[in-house]
Protein backbone atom coordinates (compact mmCIF):
# COMPACT_ATOMS: atom_id res chain seq x y z
CA UNK A 1 0.00 0.00 0.00
CA UNK A 2 1.00 3.57 -0.76
CA UNK A 3 0.89 6.03 1.84
CA UNK A 4 2.56 9.83 1.50
CA UNK A 5 3.74 11.66 5.07
CA UNK A 6 4.25 15.43 5.10
CA UNK A 7 6.11 16.72 8.28
CA UNK A 8 4.84 19.74 9.60
CA UNK A 9 1.62 21.11 8.67
CA UNK A 10 2.43 24.65 8.62
CA UNK A 11 5.83 26.26 7.60
CA UNK A 12 6.89 29.75 8.31
CA UNK A 13 10.08 30.96 6.52
CA UNK A 14 11.93 35.02 5.68
CA UNK A 15 11.82 36.35 2.34
CA UNK A 16 15.00 35.28 1.10
CA UNK A 17 15.61 32.13 3.49
CA UNK A 18 15.87 28.10 2.35
CA UNK A 19 12.58 26.72 2.00
CA UNK A 20 12.56 23.17 2.96
CA UNK A 21 8.91 21.03 2.93
CA UNK A 22 9.64 17.53 4.00
CA UNK A 23 7.84 14.05 2.37
CA UNK A 24 8.62 10.77 3.25
CA UNK A 25 6.56 7.99 1.08
CA UNK A 26 6.09 4.23 1.61
CA UNK A 27 5.53 2.06 -1.45
CA UNK A 28 6.13 -1.57 -2.43
CA UNK A 29 7.29 -0.67 -5.80
CA UNK A 30 10.07 1.87 -7.43
CA UNK A 31 7.29 5.04 -7.08
CA UNK A 32 6.75 7.84 -9.22
CA UNK A 33 6.85 11.13 -7.07
CA UNK A 34 5.43 14.51 -7.50
CA UNK A 35 5.21 18.18 -5.79
CA UNK A 36 2.12 20.04 -6.49
CA UNK A 37 1.06 23.65 -5.13
CA UNK A 38 -2.39 25.08 -4.18
CA UNK A 39 -3.60 28.37 -4.23
CA UNK A 40 -6.96 29.73 -2.32
CA UNK A 41 -9.89 27.96 -3.63
CA UNK A 42 -8.35 26.60 -6.85
CA UNK A 43 -6.87 22.91 -8.37
CA UNK A 44 -3.67 21.59 -7.74
CA UNK A 45 -0.54 22.65 -10.04
CA UNK A 46 2.14 20.38 -10.64
CA UNK A 47 5.37 22.01 -9.75
CA UNK A 48 7.61 18.67 -10.55
CA UNK A 49 8.13 15.46 -10.64
CA UNK A 50 10.09 11.71 -10.00
CA UNK A 51 9.44 9.46 -12.58
CA UNK A 52 13.00 7.29 -13.69
CA UNK A 53 16.64 8.85 -14.41
CA UNK A 54 18.09 11.52 -12.65
CA UNK A 55 17.26 11.75 -8.48
CA UNK A 56 17.20 15.60 -8.44
CA UNK A 57 14.59 17.23 -10.67
CA UNK A 58 14.11 20.73 -11.31
CA UNK A 59 10.45 22.55 -11.38
CA UNK A 60 8.78 25.20 -11.75
CA UNK A 61 9.34 28.55 -10.08
CA UNK A 62 12.92 27.65 -8.58
CA UNK A 63 12.25 24.86 -6.52
CA UNK A 64 13.61 21.57 -6.82
CA UNK A 65 13.34 17.96 -4.95
CA UNK A 66 15.62 15.40 -4.52
CA UNK A 67 14.45 11.17 -4.60
CA UNK A 68 16.41 9.44 -1.99
CA UNK A 69 15.50 5.58 -2.03
CA UNK A 70 17.41 4.64 0.90
CA UNK A 71 15.71 7.35 2.96
CA UNK A 72 12.16 7.23 1.05
CA UNK A 73 11.99 10.63 0.95
CA UNK A 74 11.50 13.23 -1.66
CA UNK A 75 11.73 16.68 -0.02
CA UNK A 76 11.01 19.81 -1.69
CA UNK A 77 13.41 22.78 -1.20
CA UNK A 78 13.84 26.58 -2.84
CA UNK A 79 17.26 28.62 -2.27
CA UNK A 80 15.42 32.16 -1.62
CA UNK A 81 11.81 31.75 -0.71
CA UNK A 82 9.71 34.86 -2.16
CA UNK A 83 6.29 36.48 -1.41
CA UNK A 84 4.47 34.16 -3.66
CA UNK A 85 5.62 30.90 -2.61
CA UNK A 86 3.47 31.24 -0.15
CA UNK A 87 0.83 28.39 -0.51
CA UNK A 88 -0.27 24.94 0.34
CA UNK A 89 2.13 22.07 -0.89
CA UNK A 90 1.52 19.32 -1.18
CA UNK A 91 2.98 16.09 -2.18
CA UNK A 92 1.90 12.79 -3.99
CA UNK A 93 3.15 9.48 -5.10
CA UNK A 94 1.73 7.31 -7.97
CA UNK A 95 2.34 3.16 -8.23
CA UNK A 96 0.60 1.43 -10.38
CA UNK A 97 -0.21 4.54 -12.47
CA UNK A 98 -4.03 4.75 -12.51
CA UNK A 99 -3.92 5.89 -8.84
CA UNK A 100 -2.89 8.94 -6.71
CA UNK A 101 -2.02 9.64 -3.08
CA UNK A 102 -1.70 12.79 -1.30
CA UNK A 103 0.02 14.07 1.81
CA UNK A 104 -2.03 16.11 4.02
CA UNK A 105 -0.27 18.95 2.93
CA UNK A 106 1.89 21.59 4.37
CA UNK A 107 0.90 25.49 4.35
CA UNK A 108 4.26 27.62 3.97
CA UNK A 109 4.08 30.96 5.19
CA UNK A 110 6.72 33.88 4.11
CA UNK A 111 7.33 36.66 6.54
CA UNK A 112 8.58 39.90 4.82
CA UNK B 1 -3.78 21.38 -25.38
CA UNK B 2 -5.69 19.22 -23.18
CA UNK B 3 -8.58 20.97 -20.84
CA UNK B 4 -10.51 20.26 -17.69
CA UNK B 5 -13.94 21.87 -16.20
CA UNK B 6 -15.69 21.24 -13.15
CA UNK B 7 -18.42 23.22 -12.47
CA UNK B 8 -20.35 24.98 -10.68
CA UNK B 9 -17.54 26.77 -8.30
CA UNK B 10 -19.43 27.31 -5.67
CA UNK B 11 -22.35 25.77 -4.13
CA UNK B 12 -24.79 25.73 -1.14
CA UNK B 13 -27.09 22.95 -0.39
CA UNK B 14 -29.32 22.15 2.15
CA UNK B 15 -29.19 18.98 4.38
CA UNK B 16 -30.71 16.11 2.30
CA UNK B 17 -30.87 17.67 -1.06
CA UNK B 18 -29.18 15.68 -4.08
CA UNK B 19 -25.83 16.40 -5.68
CA UNK B 20 -24.83 16.76 -9.49
CA UNK B 21 -20.76 18.19 -9.92
CA UNK B 22 -19.79 17.61 -13.52
CA UNK B 23 -16.01 17.41 -14.85
CA UNK B 24 -15.21 17.24 -18.12
CA UNK B 25 -12.01 16.99 -20.08
CA UNK B 26 -11.23 18.29 -23.67
CA UNK B 27 -8.24 17.31 -26.11
CA UNK B 28 -7.67 13.71 -25.05
CA UNK B 29 -8.78 10.25 -25.29
CA UNK B 30 -9.29 7.20 -22.78
CA UNK B 31 -8.12 9.19 -19.84
CA UNK B 32 -7.99 8.06 -16.27
CA UNK B 33 -10.50 10.26 -13.88
CA UNK B 34 -10.58 10.87 -10.48
CA UNK B 35 -12.80 12.51 -7.59
CA UNK B 36 -11.15 14.16 -4.58
CA UNK B 37 -12.37 15.72 -1.47
CA UNK B 38 -10.04 18.23 0.20
CA UNK B 39 -11.60 18.89 3.79
CA UNK B 40 -9.85 21.66 5.73
CA UNK B 41 -6.58 20.51 7.33
CA UNK B 42 -6.96 16.65 6.09
CA UNK B 43 -5.30 16.82 3.06
CA UNK B 44 -6.61 15.20 -0.66
CA UNK B 45 -8.65 12.33 -0.46
CA UNK B 46 -9.65 9.97 -3.10
CA UNK B 47 -12.81 9.18 -3.11
CA UNK B 48 -13.43 7.71 -6.83
CA UNK B 49 -11.73 6.45 -10.31
CA UNK B 50 -11.91 5.45 -13.60
CA UNK B 51 -10.39 3.93 -15.79
CA UNK B 52 -12.81 4.11 -18.83
CA UNK B 53 -16.60 4.11 -19.48
CA UNK B 54 -18.72 2.63 -17.17
CA UNK B 55 -15.63 1.68 -14.80
CA UNK B 56 -15.82 3.37 -11.03
CA UNK B 57 -13.45 2.25 -8.35
CA UNK B 58 -14.75 3.86 -4.83
CA UNK B 59 -11.58 4.17 -2.54
CA UNK B 60 -13.86 5.59 0.27
CA UNK B 61 -17.82 4.18 1.41
CA UNK B 62 -19.81 7.10 2.23
CA UNK B 63 -22.47 8.88 0.95
CA UNK B 64 -21.55 9.81 -2.59
CA UNK B 65 -21.44 7.95 -6.32
CA UNK B 66 -19.44 8.38 -9.36
CA UNK B 67 -20.60 8.03 -12.85
CA UNK B 68 -18.93 8.14 -16.30
CA UNK B 69 -21.20 8.21 -18.79
CA UNK B 70 -18.97 9.43 -21.59
CA UNK B 71 -15.14 8.81 -22.27
CA UNK B 72 -14.69 12.44 -20.77
CA UNK B 73 -17.04 13.33 -18.50
CA UNK B 74 -16.72 12.31 -14.78
CA UNK B 75 -20.02 12.81 -12.52
CA UNK B 76 -20.12 12.84 -8.96
CA UNK B 77 -23.46 12.85 -7.27
CA UNK B 78 -25.60 12.58 -3.98
CA UNK B 79 -28.87 11.66 -3.32
CA UNK B 80 -29.13 13.16 0.40
CA UNK B 81 -26.66 15.47 0.89
CA UNK B 82 -25.27 15.32 4.90
CA UNK B 83 -23.54 18.09 6.81
CA UNK B 84 -20.48 16.48 6.50
CA UNK B 85 -20.04 16.39 2.44
CA UNK B 86 -18.73 19.96 2.97
CA UNK B 87 -15.57 20.61 1.51
CA UNK B 88 -13.71 21.05 -1.15
CA UNK B 89 -14.24 18.96 -4.48
CA UNK B 90 -11.78 18.41 -7.00
CA UNK B 91 -11.64 16.75 -10.42
CA UNK B 92 -8.61 15.10 -12.02
CA UNK B 93 -7.01 13.51 -15.29
CA UNK B 94 -3.83 11.53 -16.27
CA UNK B 95 -2.35 8.90 -18.26
CA UNK B 96 -0.62 6.11 -17.20
CA UNK B 97 0.11 7.76 -13.55
CA UNK B 98 2.98 10.86 -14.69
CA UNK B 99 0.91 13.47 -14.10
CA UNK B 100 -2.89 14.39 -12.73
CA UNK B 101 -4.14 17.34 -14.26
CA UNK B 102 -6.38 19.30 -12.15
CA UNK B 103 -9.62 21.16 -12.18
CA UNK B 104 -10.32 24.51 -10.43
CA UNK B 105 -12.51 22.90 -7.34
CA UNK B 106 -16.31 23.16 -6.54
CA UNK B 107 -16.58 24.71 -2.89
CA UNK B 108 -19.26 22.59 -1.55
CA UNK B 109 -21.24 23.77 1.40
CA UNK B 110 -24.00 21.81 3.36
CA UNK B 111 -26.32 23.87 5.32
Known amino acids: AQSVTQLGSHVSVSEGALVLLRCNYS??????LFWYVQYPNQGLQLLLKYTTGATLVKGINGFEAEFKKSETSFHLTKPSAHMSDAAEYFCAVSESGNQFYFGTGTSLTVIP | SQTIHQWPATLVQPVGSPLSLECTVE??????LYWYRQAAGRGLQLLFYSVGIGQISSEVPQNLSASRPQDRQFILSSKKLLLSDSGFYLCAWSHGGLEAFFGQGTRLTVV
Open chain 1, 27 to 32: SSVPPY
Open chain 2, 27 to 32: GTSNPN
